[in-house]
């Protein structure tokens, strides 16, 4: 269990740093991660490298963890004929390897671990999470989340990370298999021009979460640094919760290429921009590594 007080009080007296892309740290290792468990395929082959790639950003200033269970599903693990038991045993292994990240950091101040539940997609591995609208119903999409959630909630982690949610039915689903599980959580929407990437308002898309008491913060992850920019005050405002964002770098990935274009746009400008405007929780995503996170701790530290 960790030692740090609730990350909700924290999160009232100001703000705290979130880490950057787990899986681009990994990558910049050296590791594969072409495989369909993508990150979590290391929970069973190298849980040390996670460990690790957790360190380097606690080490860059980070407060949080996002653990590698984005992809850790029981039907994903299957498929490379994993029983149902030891995809638990790793799910748990996600929150242990942050554990042991934030232990060898040695730092003065907090830390927490959050516990990734990624999207219905990201176990489909075919970019769907970034369109949502599977053709489930919100019960069908409730019992596929409930049970990893479960898992993860009783590996005590300090709070569940619900990340890059596509749609408004899929929230539904996440904020169902949240009750009762005595587990504060954050719900944090993919989202393009001001709508989820199903399409809906991101005005009824945070309204979901209002009223949810479990819900510490709402938000918005792995869209653009621009998109970021309207939806942190959209949130706050429709919430009253703290809001949590982290964006992309703002690069665009080239399929064809299988490369990286254009230029970051996530700036420490933009930052303090994010916390004037209700953000509590502020980190990176995909391209957004130990060095910009160090940046964003040196802007937050510098007032509450």
Same mark, same amino acid.
């Given at each position: ?13 100001? =703000? ?22 993508? !990150? ?17 950003? *606690? ?13 850790? =599903?029981?039907?994903? *693990? ?37 516990? !990734? @539940? ?9 970019? !769907? ?9 919100? =019960? ?14 009783? +590996? +005590?982690?300090? $709070? ?24 504060? #959580? &954050? ?18 898309? *945070?309204?979901?979460?209002?009223? #949810? ?25 429709? =919430?009253?919760?703290? $809001? @949590? ?14 490369? &990286?274009?254009?230029? !970051?746009? *996530? ?6 921009? &994010? ?12 391209? $957004? ?6 940046? @964003?701790?040196? $802007? ?5």
């Amino acid at each position: 269990m960790s030692t740090a007080p609730p990350l909700a009080e924290a999160l009232a007296d100001g =703000t705290v740093v979130l880490d950057g892309g787990l899986s681009n740290q990994l990558a910049s290792a050296g590791h594969d991660l072409s495989d369909e468990l993508w !990150s979590a395929r290391l929970l069973a082959e190298d849980p040390e490298a996670v460990t690790g790639a957790h360190l380097a950003y *606690f080490e860059a200033g980070a407060d949080v963890a996002i653990t590698a269970s984005y992809q850790a =599903t029981y039907e994903g *693990f299957a498929r490379r004929g994993t029983g149902r038991e030891e995809a638990s045993a790793l799910f748990a292994l996600s929150v242990g390897c942050a554990r042991e990240a934030a232990r060898r950091a040695r730092a003065s101040r907090p830390l927490w671990v959050a516990a !990734s @539940v990624g999207p219905y997609g990201a176990m489909l591995a075919d970019g !769907s999470e970034y369109r949502g609208r599977y053709g489930l119903s919100v =019960t069908e999409l409730e019992r596929f989340h409930r049970p990893r959630m479960e898992v993860l909630a009783a +590996a +005590a982690p300090d $709070v569940l990370a619900l990340e890059t949610i596509p749609d408004t039915d899929e929230a539904e689903a996440l904020l169902r298999a949240l009750r009762g599980l005595g587990a504060p #959580a &954050w719900l944090s929407y993919s989202a393009a021009g001001g709508r989820t990437r199903a399409g809906q308002p991101l005005e009824d898309a *945070f309204a979901l979460a209002a009223r #949810a008491d479990e819900v510490i913060a709402v938000g918005v992850n792995c869209c653009t640094p621009e998109d970021a920019d309207h939806a942190v005050a959209l949130a706050a405002r429709v =919430t009253g919760k703290p $809001v @949590v964002v982290y964006p992309n770098s703002g690069e665009t990935w080239d399929a064809g290429a299988r490369a &990286w274009k254009g230029r !970051s746009t *996530f700036t420490t400008g933009r930052v303090a921009g &994010w916390r004037e405007s209700g953000a509590r929780l502020i980190g990176g995503c995909c391209r $957004v590594g130990p060095g910009t996170v160090s940046s @964003v701790a040196e $802007v937050l530290r510098e007032r509450p």
